[in-house]
Structure formats: C-alpha cells, structure tokens
C-alpha cells in the first residue's frame, strides 16, 4: 500500500509554468504505474501523464495529446517523489490535479479504473 500527496498548483496567468510534486509513502520498494489525471468542474477525469516507476530502472513516460510537448514527468527517487513539468499553461489546463498509482503491471493506463491508490488533489487555475 502507498500514500500519495500532491502540492504545487496555484493560480496562475496564461503562458506561466507549473511543477506538481507527488509524494509517495509507504510500500515503496516494489514497482508501481504513476499517473497524473486532472478534473475540471462538471467535466470527467482526464489523463494527463503516466511514468513506470521501478527502483533502480529508468522509467518509461506517455503525455495526453491534450499536454504533449508541454509537460514533463522526471522522478526523484531520493524523495519518493515524481514530478510534473507544466509550461505554456492555457485557461483549459484548469482543473484539480492528482496522482495515482496501480500495479506495474497495469496495462491501460489511461483509465482511471486501473489505479488504487490516489492522492487528494491539488487545484490549477489558470487566468487569461
């Protein structure tokens, strides 16, 4: 089992950047499927980015269409933590972001039904 916190979103104008962090505790020793997903009001959860994390491995990176060439997910393993790299942010990118994980394993990462452990959240707000 794993605990999962995020941090860094904050209002900002169009064109700024971001870096979300996602802190993972617990049972850490083993590999996990990482996302990062963000829901906007009214709307469903979207994904955003996914890493493998393996201790010890280099990890393998997807973007949503929506983010590709815009963001950015690097680990550091030294903190548990992973983090996601917003540039170029848009009113659109909007939303609560949260991390996630699920077995390595996994293969259909893009849906949210493959994750067991989320974190709470944290909210992005970007003015025009």
């Known amino acids: 089992q794993v605990q999962l916190q995020e941090s860094g979103g904050g209002l900002v104008q169009a064109g700024d950047s971001l870096r979300l962090s996602c802190e993972i505790s617990g049972r850490t020793s083993i590999g996990y499927t990482v996302g990062w997903f963000r829901q906007a009001p009214g709307k469903a959860r979207e994904f955003v980015a996914v890493?493998?994390?393996?201790?010890?491995?280099?990890?393998?990176?997807d973007y949503a269409d929506a983010v590709k060439g815009r963001a950015t997910l690097f680990r550091d393993d030294s903190k548990n933590a992973l983090y996601l790299q917003m540039n170029s942010l848009k009113p659109e990118d909007s939303a609560v972001y949260s991390c996630a994980a699920g077995s390595y394993y996994s293969g259909n990462y893009y849906s949210p039904a493959i994750y067991d452990y989320w974190g709470q959240g944290t909210q992005v707000t970007v003015s025009l």
């Open positions: 890493t493998k994390l393996i201790p010890g491995r280099t990890s393998t990176v």
